[in-house]
């Protein structure tokens, strides 16, 4: 009894976390649900623009105008309650972890969450206006350019996460160092391999078109390099680890 005391006391919290997680998405949606239909205006912006004054978005199922937006409040509601979902996950890991683990896992915590948003708003501003207007350009004549608003949302909630994932990348190259699968020095050396990746990575992740997978691929190559600084600065003895494998 004793033994399965502690598993019990585990699960119990796990549950409190989780029913904590799911009360803050829950408050966040309540908050954006009375705005959802005027947030997806501003959402259908970026193609909106770059439409013919003939044009306009659609919808081509009964109940689209309604669970469109709510949708997006829904998805909108989960992407503004990440940093307290993520603070509710290291919660719950940090006492089984050692002291220079949590200095570690707390900073890639919040980075992974600046970074998140950072690919987001990088794909609404940079990448939206470019893809939509290319789109809209290469239209063959006499075809009328009326998007549904349901398959509209789920290209750019796609979009959004994997500019928001691929855009991890530091905390990934980081955590690979830390966990001694490699070094900045050995990462260094794959630089060209590193390279093709990103574009297979943006083939895979985006649309198929060349304009999002160079914006992709161009900002994930850029943020790898950041990750081989910050493995520098935050796995503590890194460089005598180089030193004594001959890699500097």
């Given at each position: 009894?004793?033994?399965?005391?502690?598993?019990?006391?585990?699960?119990?919290?796990?549950?409190?976390?989780?029913?904590?997680?799911?009360?803050?998405?829950?408050?966040?949606?309540?908050?954006?649900?009375?705005?959802?239909?005027?947030?997806?205006?501003?959402?259908?912006?970026?193609?909106?623009?770059?439409?013919?004054?003939?044009?306009?978005?659609?919808?081509?199922?009964?109940?689209?105008?309604?669970?469109?937006?709510?949708?997006?409040?829904?998805?909108?509601?989960?992407?503004?309650?990440?940093?307290?979902?993520?603070?509710?996950?290291?919660?719950?890991?940090?006492?089984?972890?050692?002291?220079?683990?949590?200095?570690?896992?707390?900073?890639?915590?919040?980075?992974?969450?600046?970074?998140?948003?950072?690919?987001?708003?990088?794909?609404?501003?940079?990448?939206?206006?470019?893809v939509f207007g290319f789109f809209v350009a290469?239209?063959?004549?006499?075809?009328?350019?009326?998007?549904?608003?349901?398959?509209?949302?789920?290209?750019?909630?796609?979009?959004?996460?994997?500019?928001?994932?691929?855009?991890?990348?530091?905390?990934?190259?980081?955590?690979?160092?830390?966990?001694?699968?490699?070094?900045?020095?050995?990462?260094?050396?794959?630089?060209?391999?590193?390279?093709?990746?990103?574009?297979?990575?943006?083939?895979?992740?985006?649309?198929?078109?060349?304009?999002?997978?160079?914006?992709?691929?161009?900002?994930?190559?850029?943020?790898?390099?950041?990750?081989?600084?910050?493995?520098?600065?935050?796995?503590p003895g890194i460089r005598e680890v180089e030193?004594?494998?001959?890699?500097?």
């Amino acid at each position: 009894m004793t033994e399965q005391t502690p598993l019990i006391d585990h699960l119990t919290e796990l549950r409190n976390r989780l029913l904590r997680m799911v009360a803050a998405v829950l408050l966040a949606f309540i908050a954006i649900a009375p705005f959802a239909r005027h947030l997806f205006t501003m959402l259908a912006e970026p193609l909106a623009r770059h439409l013919p004054a003939e044009s306009s978005l659609i919808a081509t199922q009964v109940a689209s105008p309604f669970l469109t937006p709510f949708k997006m409040a829904l998805v909108a509601a989960i992407f503004l309650a990440i940093p307290y979902l993520l603070y509710q996950v290291w919660a719950f890991i940090a006492p089984g972890l050692y002291q220079r683990e949590k200095r570690l896992v707390f900073p890639l915590m919040v980075a992974s969450s600046l970074l998140f948003y950072l690919g987001a708003g990088f794909a609404w501003l940079v990448v939206f206006p470019l893809v939509f207007g290319f789109f809209v350009a290469v239209a063959p004549e006499g075809v009328a350019v009326m998007t549904d608003i349901h398959h509209y949302l789920n290209f750019v909630l796609s979009l959004f996460i994997a500019f928001g994932l691929a855009f991890q990348v530091p905390v990934a190259t980081v955590l690979i160092v830390r966990a001694g699968m490699t070094t900045p020095a050995a990462l260094k050396k794959k630089r060209p391999y590193v390279l093709v990746g990103v574009f297979v990575i943006g083939m895979l992740l985006t649309p198929p078109d060349v304009i999002s997978q160079t914006l992709l691929a161009l900002p994930v190559y850029a943020l790898f390099e950041l990750g081989l600084v910050m493995a520098y600065w935050l796995v503590p003895g890194i460089r005598e680890v180089e030193a004594q494998r001959g890699e500097r």
